[in-house]
């Protein structure tokens, strides 16, 4: 590629180029010039440049960041699912990040979220506009690095992500085969994204900002079937042979119960893959991705 041509493609960095981070990079390296920041800069994918440092240590941070970035994407994974560990990904970590930018101005900053951040457990329909009032220390602090992202100096615009499954992500499908999840008749609705959906959500709302198109600052990002846990799993018990339940079969999640509305994502013109976990768990299990 001339310098010329790479001088011309917008920057972009990702911020944790980790499973989802290393997915959208393989999207968008397509028409970008994108970096891949993470701990061991040799995992991001080819095509990515790759940026070794650690967010929660400025110091590693220092001259590493390219000029004239439009657009970044964070997306770090806790190292400890502890309030520390929530607290080092999600504020300070972008804290660290949005310093070391100096006065640089993005075209938008797209912060990685979670569903998590709703307590609702009353099977209700929840929106960007719905409370967020975590009752867990650790959506507390991803709700805390939403309002870091918001209060910066950069147009940012948060995905909040419910549960992502998919070909790197078997662990609900291996249980439900192997016996280790029975959930209760009418279990609490749950919500999800194939994981391929979930970096094609990103890269389609980093399109549409560089392109000036204007975009909210909070997107629901899941599928278009909220679904009660026992009519998954029982399904599921109809497409492939499942062991009889042991005694310790998991019942369930942590999320709560809710219905979420992707409703604003789709309004903006982007379509599912997977509408609903009936044809991303049909292709996985017709693939053999089930171990």
């Known amino acids: 590629m001339a310098i010329t041509e790479r001088n011309s493609m917008p920057g972009i960095l990702v911020a944790g180029c980790g499973k989802l981070g290393g997915a959208i990079a393989g999207i968008l390296k397509e028409s970008a010039q994108v970096y891949g920041l993470r701990r061991n800069p040799d995992k991001v994918p080819e095509g990515v440049e790759g940026i070794g440092a650690d967010l929660t240590r400025p110091e590693t941070l220092a001259g590493k960041l390219p000029e004239n970035l439009d657009s970044i994407i964070y997306c770090l994974t806790p190292s400890s699912y502890d309030e520390q560990g929530y607290q080092d990904a999600y504020v300070n970590g972008l804290s660290n990040l949005l310093e070391a930018l100096g006065d640089q101005s993005l075209k938008r900053l797209f912060f990685i979220s979670s569903t998590s951040v709703y307590a609702q457990n009353d099977d209700s329909l929840v929106d960007e506009s719905s409370p967020a009032s975590p009752s867990r220390v650790t959506g507390q602090q991803i709700l805390a690095g939403e309002q870091t992202a918001l209060n910066s100096d950069h147009p940012a615009t948060i995905v909040r992500f419910s549960g ?111 509408p609903d976990f009936r044809a991303g768990y049909r292709e996985m299990i017709d693939k053999g991705q089930t171990h």
Not at 189 to 217: C, M, Q, W
């Open 164 to 274: 992502i499954y998919g070909p790197s992500r078997r662990r609900f499908l291996e249980e439900v085969i192997e016996g280790r999840m029975n959930p209760m008749k009418s279990a609490p609705f749950s919500n999800r994204i194939h994981e391929e959906d979930a970096a094609a959500t990103v890269a389609y709302l980093n399109g549409l900002a560089l392109s000036g198109k204007p975009l909210d600052n909070c997107y629901v990002a899941s599928d278009c079937e909220p679904v009660r846990l026992d009519e998954v799993v029982d399904w599921v018990r109809q497409q492939v042979p499942c062991a009889e339940p042991v005694a310790e079969a998991r019942k369930g999640g942590r999320a709560g119960s809710k219905r979420c509305n992707n409703q604003r994502l789709l309004q903006t013109g982007f379509t599912f893959r997977y």
